[in-house]
């Protein structure tokens, strides 16, 4: 057992299952923009009409965070972890050379074809912005300068001007990242992922800082509330004068902290909530692994094991047991 504050709790599998057993971790994030990122789909940044709160229904654009934009650079953070400590060598991510066997393919999942594939058991979807589009947003003009560092070259003008959308910063997107049927590596994997990644969305190598806030880990017995009903009630819980931009970090993470009780009343699950003290000593127990490496390099190499005995009971494995005979 590696995180003994939920030694009694019974929420993790031994074993990856291979049917779905209802036992879920949930764990409640609020992501917040460090810098001018860009969450964007052919050029523009993507948006949506919803309603500003649940109790106040007025319309109002948001600005929307996809899935793919939040999965994909925490798998990659996980992948660079597992090739680092040489738990991965031949599996590329988003091509047919999958590997199929280490945690990010049965974890996250994967989808080769007819080659095979493998349902994530990480469940992300979009998140929305807490404030509209016009306050989170601003229109940058950008130029591409010679390599003198001017926008001259042999005495002539460069005309390379062009416009992008950016992300403000202390733009706010509360997230759900759902984790089913964990075993306790898979959790701390997981969860080590999310903590670690640190930029996402288009030109992240410049730009797209974001912090990762976990206001809380929910175990259940079934799925809770979306990200969008998440945003609309702390949209709620903010007073008027707190909805202005930029918005206080304290007064996001307050109403998170409120609002998520109620939330978890109204979805008439089974849960046990980690907030508050328990909240932080559980994450001083993770931080405590994940700092450590030899401690990390443990739990790493535990789940890569799960995920290779799950991969050959149920996955590729079986398979090719399957195909010999």
Known sequence: MFLQSLEALNVFHTDIPKLPMGKYAHIITLRETNSFALFQTDGELNISRVSLGRADATPSTRIVLFKRKQSTPERLTGRELLRRYGLVDECKYNTDKFCKRCPDCIYYGFAIGDSGSERSKI?????????????????????????????????????????????????????VVTIKDPTEAEFIYVLNNVLRTKRYGAQNTRTGTVANHITGIVFSDGEIFSNLQLTQAVYDALAPDQRKMPLAQSAVLGAMQEVVPTLLREDGVVFQLIADKQLDTLLQEVTQITSNEQKLVTVLTQANTEANRYAQAYGVGAKEAKGKK
């Open 123 to 175: 469940l992300v979807d979009s998140a929305f912005s807490v404030t509209g589009y016009d306050m989170s947003h601003q229109q940058f003009t950008f130029n591409a300068p010679s390599e003198n560092g001017t926008m001259s070259e042999d005495g002539k003008m460069k005309t390379a001007l062009g416009e992008q959308d950016y992300v403000l910063p202390q733009v706010y997107f509360p997230a």
